[in-house]
């Protein structure tokens, strides 16, 4: 059965700090692999997706790495804004279903 | 265009009560999927759907949960006898033939007393 989880849980820098969110999933046997931004009481923002033939994706300040054969991602947000405070969650879709496995978050905070 | 949509956004139910959500994916995603998140917690696997068929439903946690989409559009999440475990955030998500990428509703907060 797939496990993921995600390091730190939480994670507060000052503006402008370039961080690193980390993703681990147990099994390699991976279709997809999607980051999520959610925020307070509300649903889940879609930031990066990176099929499991494909190294990384960049959208603006964001650049998401997958090493599929360590079981692991990274999210990477450079520059960090305010604005960029939010709970950041991982999905892997594996080759057996159509579901996402999520992992458990990392609650950014990032402070003016 | 318009995205996901779920009804009511919050819901405060009785133990015991029986309780219906309900999710409008975006026009012409064949795929929905419904997911339970609890506090603190990411989202867990409930079910889902390709048009009308039910194709998964390994996630529901009990005969209580019960999901449909008779015309492969709209779908409604049944809780009866509702528990206060049953208390989260249940997330609706619909995607394309390709499955490739989820699109997220903004969810349905239900708090059983």
């Known amino acids: 059965k797939q496990e993921v989880t995600q390091i730190p849980a939480a994670l507060s820098v000052p503006e402008g700090e370039n961080l690193v969110l980390n993703c681990s999933f147990t099994?390699?046997?991976?279709?997809?692999l999607q980051w999520f931004r959610q925020d307070p009481g509300k649903g889940l923002t879609s930031l990066l997706l990176?099929?499991?033939?494909?190294r990384e994706q960049t959208s603006g300040r964001l650049n998401a790495s997958l090493d599929k054969s360590s079981g692991r991602s990274t999210l990477y947000i450079a520059a960090s804004q305010p604005g960029d405070s939010a709970t950041y969650l991982c999905a892997v879709r594996d080759n057996y279903g159509q579901n996402f496995v999520f992992g458990p978050g990392t609650r950014l905070s990032v402070l003016p | 265009g318009a995205g996901v949509s779920q009804s009511p956004r919050y819901k405060v139910a009785k133990r015991g009560q029986d309780v219906a959500l309900r999710c409008d994916p975006i026009s012409g995603h064949v795929s929905l999927f419904w997911y339970q998140q609890a506090l603190g917690q990411g989202p867990e696997f409930l079910t889902y759907?390709?048009?009308?068929?039910?194709?998964?439903k390994s996630g529901l946690p009990s005969d209580r949960f019960f999901a449909e989409r008779p015309e492969g559009s709209v779908s409604t999440l049944k809780i009866q006898r509702t528990q206060q475990e049953d208390s989260a955030v249940y997330l609706c998500a619909s995607g394309r033939v390709d499955y490739n990428e989820q699109f997220f509703g903004p969810g349905t907060r239900l708090t059983v007393l």
């Open positions: 990176i099929q499991s033939s494909q």
């Open positions: 099994d390699s046997a991976i279709y997809n």
């Open positions: 759907f390709q048009n009308e068929a039910q194709l998964d």
